[in-house]
C-alpha cells in the first residue's frame, strides 16, 4: 500500500466510509511493519493514536475507530484538514508569531475564517503538538541513520 492509498484509506475511516476490509489491510500493514522491523508511516501512527484516543475517551468503541465497523448517521467534519491548520498555526506560533498575526495570515492563506482558525486551534492544539514532536522525532532519527 503507498503513501496515497493509506492517507485515502485512513480518510475513509475517519468519515465512516471505509470498507473494514480495507481498514483490516491498513492493521495488517502495522502489524507487518512490526515483524519486519520497518518503520511504520507516519500517518499509520497518527491514525492509531487516534483511534486510542478516541476508545479511551469512550468516544467510541475500537471496532467503529479502527474502521472495523462503519459509522451511522451523516459523516463529521474532515478532522484532519482542521489538525493540519492547527499543525500550521504552532509553527508559525514557533517561529515567533503572535497569536493575531497568525490567525490573520492562515486565514488569508488557507481563505477561511479567522473564526475558524481560532476553532481549529482551540479543539487540536494537543494533536498539532503531538504531530510536531513526532515529525520531529521522526526526523532526528533519520538524520542519526544517515
Known amino acids: 500500500m503507498n503513501t496515497a492509498e493509506i492517507k485515502d484509506l485512513i480518510d475513509s475511516i475517519y468519515h465512516g466510509t471505509a470498507d473494514p476490509n480495507d481498514a483490516k489491510k491498513l492493521l495488517k500493514l ?12 507516519n500517518d499509520i501512527l497518527i491514525f492509531l493514536k ?4 478516541a ?3 469512550e468516544e467510541k468503541t475500537l471496532d467503529k475507530a479502527l474502521g472495523l465497523k462503519r459509522k451511522r ?4 467534519r474532515d478532522e484532519e484538514k482542521d489538525i493540519l491548520v492547527a499543525l ?3 509553527r508559525l506560533k514557533n517561529a515567533g508569531e503572535t ?8 486565514a488569508e492563506k488557507l481563505n477561511i475564517s ?6 481549529c486551534w482551540k479543539r487540536y492544539k494537543d494533536d498539532a503538538k503531538d504531530r510536531l514532536r513526532l515529525e520531529q522525532y521522526l526526523e532526528s532519527h533519520s538524520q542519526q541513520e544517515n
Open 30 to 41: 502495522f502489524c507487518d511493519c512490526i515483524d519486519k522491523s520497518e518503520p511504520i508511516p
Open 50 to 53: 487516534h483511534a486510542f484516543t
Open 55 to 57: 476508545v479511551l475517551t
Open 73 to 76: 448517521g451523516t459523516p463529521k
Open 88 to 90: 500550521q498555526f504552532l
Open 99 to 106: 497569536y493575531l498575526s497568525t490567525t490573520i495570515s492562515l
Open 114 to 119: 479567522q473564526g475558524h482558525v481560532k476553532k
